[in-house]
C-alpha cells in the first residue's frame, strides 16, 4: 500500500499542534516553537493552577492545641491559618490575652488569675479609678502576685488607690513568669468599701 509523504506546511502545521499551537506561524521543524509562537500573539495555552490540597489535620495545632477533628477541611486551614500567627508559630507572633475583669462602681473586691502555659513575659495591665465618696484614709489595694522564672520564688508587686478622693491609678508591669505556676491579682479594700471602677488584662507576651 503506498502513502503520500507530507509536504513540509503539513509537518510544520503537526509539529505547531503536538506543542499546543493551534494557530500561527508555522516552526522551522524540529526547532523549539515556543519564542516564536509567543513573539506572533499565539502564546501556549496555560494550564489552570491546581486545586489546593486540603488540610486534614488527625490532632490539634502546634501552638494553640486548637482541635482540627471533625470540622470542615476549610474550617481546619483556617485554624491552622490563624496558630500560626501565634508565639512559636514561626509567623508574626501577636499578644494573647489570657484573662480580663472589668467592674464599674463595685463595691467588692476583684481577683484575676491564669496559670502560665510556658515560661514567658505576660504583661499585667491594671487601670483603677475612685469617685472620691470613701472615708478618711480608706483605700481599694490591688496585688499582682507571680512566680519569678530565675529561681528567686514568689513576687508581690501592689497598687494602692485612694478612696477618699477622686483619682486615677494606672500601670502595666511585665513579668517573667515561671511555666505552670499562678499569675494574679488581687483586691482588698482598706476600710469600708467604697465604689472604685476598674479594667485589667494579663497579657502573653509573643
Given at each position: 500500500?503506498?502513502?503520500?509523504?507530507?509536504?513540509?506546511?503539513?509537518?510544520?502545521?503537526?509539529?505547531?499542534?503536538?506543542?499546543?499551537?493551534?494557530?500561527?506561524?508555522?516552526?522551522?521543524?524540529?526547532?523549539?516553537?515556543?519564542?516564536?509562537?509567543?513573539?506572533?500573539?499565539?502564546?501556549?495555552?496555560?494550564?489552570?493552577?491546581?486545586?489546593?490540597?486540603?488540610?486534614?489535620?488527625?490532632?490539634?495545632?502546634?501552638?494553640?492545641?486548637?482541635?482540627?477533628?471533625?470540622?470542615?477541611?476549610?474550617?481546619?486551614?483556617?485554624?491552622?491559618?490563624?496558630?500560626?500567627?501565634?508565639?512559636?508559630?514561626?509567623?508574626?507572633?501577636?499578644?494573647?490575652?489570657?484573662?480580663?475583669?472589668?467592674?464599674?462602681?463595685?463595691l467588692t473586691p476583684t481577683t484575676l488569675s491564669i496559670t502560665a502555659s510556658k515560661t514567658t513575659?505576660?504583661?499585667?495591665?491594671?487601670y483603677m479609678k475612685a469617685l472620691g465618696t470613701g472615708g478618711a484614709g480608706t483605700t481599694y489595694t490591688k496585688t499582682l502576685t507571680y512566680t519569678a522564672a530565675d529561681g528567686s520564688g514568689v513576687q508581690h508587686i501592689t497598687l494602692i488607690l485612694p478612696l477618699d478622693s477622686s483619682n486615677v491609678v494606672m500601670e502595666t508591669y511585665p513579668v517573667l513568669a515561671l511555666a505552670g505556676t499562678p499569675v494574679s491579682t488581687t483586691g482588698v479594700y482598706s476600710g469600708a468599701p467604697a465604689p472604685y471602677t476598674l479594667s485589667e488584662r494579663i497579657v502573653q507576651m509573643p
Open positions: 500500500m503506498s502513502t503520500t509523504p507530507l509536504t513540509l506546511a503539513e509537518l510544520q502545521k503537526a509539529q505547531a499542534e503536538a506543542e499546543g499551537f493551534a494557530n500561527g506561524p508555522a516552526p522551522a521543524l524540529n526547532n523549539a516553537n515556543l519564542y516564536t509562537q509567543a513573539k506572533a500573539g499565539n502564546p501556549q495555552p496555560t494550564p489552570p493552577a491546581p486545586t489546593p490540597v486540603p488540610y486534614y489535620p488527625s490532632s490539634e495545632t502546634p501552638n494553640l492545641s486548637l482541635s482540627t477533628r471533625d470540622v470542615s477541611s476549610e474550617m481546619a486551614n483556617n485554624l491552622v491559618i490563624l496558630d500560626a500567627l501565634f508565639p512559636s508559630g514561626g509567623g508574626l507572633g501577636v499578644p494573647i490575652i489570657q484573662a480580663t475583669a472589668q467592674v464599674v462602681n463595685a513575659l505576660y504583661a499585667v495591665s491594671i
